[in-house]
């Protein structure tokens, strides 16, 4: 998969997501976290992202890749997604030999278990261990966070953390939207919402951590 204006060829789905991101495309998980669905913000909701979050019924014009690595991905699933992307990234079969336009950018995406990384807050340099730092990191940069109650004795067990966050997107910046009145909508608002179990961020998999990280625009980096 190349990205066709810098013509940097992508390995992996968490590159893959990365980019797509940037260029205003909405990022959804499935409950298990083994694809990432891509789709383009919806211009009559607010709501897109929260609905769909946890659902594995795809909404039309959406594909969903395997995260973290799309080497198993069928064929079909990319090119629909790179006919999704509206022109920005392109399918190319190389050689073994062939030296790729760019320098390729890859992550370890086997290590699927590394007790050795830590998560670290990149404004303040703190090494986040617990839930209570994590939404501490997260508040500070206009994050709102929400919690599951349950009169259950196994609490901490089913105890889901809820974060969400306002934000404008680039391509509703970027674009007109008819508002159904014959009249264009200069903007759309988007929400972000990351549901999370409790977690030990010294001994998660290394692709909960990466999907971390990608969610939350590296405020989070690992190390």
């Not at 694809?35 to 969903?64: A, C, E, K, Q, R």
Request: hydrophobic fraction near 35%.
């Amino acid at each position: 998969m190349i990205f066709t204006p810098t013509q940097e060829l992508v390995k992996d789905t968490y590159r893959l997501a990365k980019i797509a991101r940037a260029i205003g495309m909405d990022l959804q998980p499935n409950p298990s976290l083994s694809h990432i669905i891509f789709s383009w913000p919806s211009p009559s909701s607010t709501s897109t992202s929260t609905s769909s979050s946890y659902s594995w019924s795809l909404p039309n014009d959406s594909v969903p890749l395997p995260f973290p690595s799309f080497t198993t991905a069928s064929l079909s699933h990319l090119r629909l997604f790179a006919n999704l992307t509206k022109g920005y990234f392109k399918l190319a079969f190389l050689k073994d030999n062939c030296s790729p336009p760019r320098k390729i950018e890859s992550l370890s995406n086997y290590n699927w278990h590394c007790t050795s990384l830590s998560l670290f807050s990149t404004r303040t340099g703190e090494r986040i261990e617990s839930m209570d730092g994590f939404s501490k990191a997260l508040l500070g940069m206009g994050w709102t966070l929400f919690k599951t109650n349950s009169c259950n004795k196994d609490f901490l067990k089913r105890t889901i953390y809820l974060y969400r966050k306002l934000e404008v997107s680039r391509v509703c910046n970027s674009k007109r939207i008819p508002n159904g009145n014959g009249e264009d909508i200069g903007e759309c608002s988007r929400v972000r919402e990351l549901r999370l179990p409790p977690l030990v961020f010294r001994n998660e998999p290394l692709r909960i951590l990466q999907y971390i990280i990608l969610m939350t625009d590296d405020i989070f980096c690992l190390a």
